[in-house]
């Protein structure tokens, strides 16, 4: 049976939070100037003469942005007997920041190679395990969920069944190499079978990702928390007929043809990130292509990849990309570090939109638009959402948060400057109304309530519902 139900999405619905945090802020703490204003309206003007009536007031963001986080989608709801099975796992374990304890294991370099199938799909992942604390013995514990284990090895060495403890949650190395060593395991995984939308997921034709906070640990087990940062490189090998575009974070290194029309893509970030920023996406898509030359004058490559027929609505989006590129280094000092950026724009990806580093991904609804109808709430909707999901390459990415309960941290920053360049390209007084409107019709009454909250909660039990509860009012 399918049903139809309502996800929320998390985007910038955390912005009721990070608007909270931001309302202390002055709103000139970066210290525009209106010469500055000026000169992004000229940006802008230059930019924009395929399109019309570019002015970006905001009395209706609200009601756009609200459109934007009511995603429909389809999940089954049939009881399969994996969550007969989960029903008899332990209840649900509060976690709380005071536990918060270092890890006792880091991981250097993460090269994964997935081998993408109709009925399954393979990852392979060679992880280069650092102890803390040199001559550590204590456990390595990895996170992993709906994972078929193939095979592990430790430097090379096939480990037996005795030399490891595997759970529903958790693969377990009671005692690893005392050094630094290399841990290579196997899983096999189902994308197509994945209706929880985390972890690696096929929809319509295309296999999409979608990590944080905790999807990584469906696609292989590893340690999946935000303060272990890896190297990663990514070789995806699927159907060229059937997946022409193979995408994922950092730099294109190499690309050709195998046997039996298969494909591959080998992709390189040149750095460290937490496995919630990893992505891949592959599929049948198309791109809008364009360059951005940074201040220092690199040429950077600017991809927008949706299905063929959506790639017309995909102006504003590119618009609005170049434009965020160039405040954030007017502003910011804050220059792009890879040699190409893309957006994937999706009709079924779950969360709204999602920063994932160099490969961004956005439910549509948050990027097309054509002047025969979308409004200027909608333009002025998509500046924002492309700039914050940009704006986290460096407020969120490169400089990352220690654990979930610092999400706020990432998020109010980002909220806060992508409130900052929605101003300066538009107006700032309209902006500021619209962001106070929101709070004061939606956190305020959520604040006076029983789901008022802390911005930073001493515990949760599931990651989902911290974030849920921080978008709250845009459910
Ligand atoms: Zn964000």
New binding site residues.
């Given amino acids: 049976m399918m049903a139809r139900l309502i996800l929320p999405c998390?985007?910038?619905g955390?912005s009721n939070t990070c608007l909270l945090l931001q309302a202390t802020c002055r709103v000139n703490s970066v210290g525009h100037s209106v010469k500055n204003i000026s000169c992004y309206r000229q940006f802008l003007n230059l930019e924009v003469t395929c399109q019309r009536n570019y002015r970006f007031p905001y009395p209706s963001l609200p009601r756009a942005k609200q459109i934007g986080r009511r995603l429909i989608s389809s999940v089954a709801t049939e009881t399969s007997p994996k969550q007969v099975e989960e029903s008899k796992m332990d209840t649900p374990k509060e976690i709380f920041l005071k536990d918060y304890k270092l890890p006792d294991y880091y991981f250097d370099t993460v090269d994964l190679k997935f081998s993408l199938g109709e009925e399954k799909t393979i990852v392979c992942s060679k992880i280069t395990v650092v102890p803390r604390v040199e001559g550590c013995s204590s456990p390595l514990v990895l996170d992993g969920q709906d994972l078929k284990l193939v095979s592990i090895k430790v430097n090379s060495k096939e480990l037996k069944e005795d030399d490891f403890h595997l759970d529903l949650r958790h693969l377990t190395l009671p005692s690893p190499p005392s050094g630094k060593f290399t841990l290579e395991i196997v899983t096999e995984i189902c994308p197509q079978k994945n209706t929880s939308l985390e972890g690696l997921y096929k929809s319509s034709g295309n296999f999409c990702t979608q990590c944080e906070a905790e999807g990584f640990r469906k696609i292989t087990f590893y340690q999946d928390r935000p303060d272990i940062m890896a190297k990663y490189t990514c070789r995806i090998e699927a159907v060229k007929s059937l997946y022409p575009v193979l995408l994922s974070n950092g730099n294109l290194i190499e690309q050709g043809d195998l046997e039996d029309g298969r494909h591959y893509a080998f992709w390189e970030d040149p750095f460290k990130k937490p496995c919630y920023l990893f992505a891949l996406v592959a599929g049948q898509l198309e791109s809008r292509d364009d360059i951005f030359i940074t201040r220092s004058g690199r040429k950077v490559s600017l991809r927008i990849w949706t299905p063929a027929q959506d790639l017309p609505k995909t102006v504003h989006a590119m618009y609005s990309l170049k434009a965020a590129m160039k405040w954030d280094e007017d502003v910011f000092g804050l220059e792009y570090d890879l040699d190409l950026f893309n957006i994937v724009a999706v009709p079924d990806f779950n969360m709204g939109a999602m920063?994932n580093k160099s490969l961004n991904i956005f439910n549509s609804k948050l990027v097309l638009a054509s002047p025969e109808t979308a409004t200027d709430a909608d333009y002025a909707a998509i500046l924002g959402v492309i700039g914050?999901?940009y704006f986290?390459n460096w407020t969120?990415n490169r400089v990352t948060c220690r654990d979930w309960f610092q999400l706020s941290l990432?998020?109010g920053l980002?909220?806060f400057r992508d409130q900052e360049f929605s101003s300066d390209m538009g107006s700032r007084a309209v902006k500021r109304i619209s962001d106070v409107s929101k709070l004061r019709n939606y956190q305020f009454p959520q604040d006076a309530g029983p789901m008022a909250h802390p911005v930073r909660p001493h515990s949760y039990i599931k990651v989902w519902n911290h974030l849920l509860c921080l978008g709250t009012f845009f459910l």
């Fill in positions: 998390k985007g910038s955390l920063e914050h999901e986290h969120g990432k998020e980002t909220v």
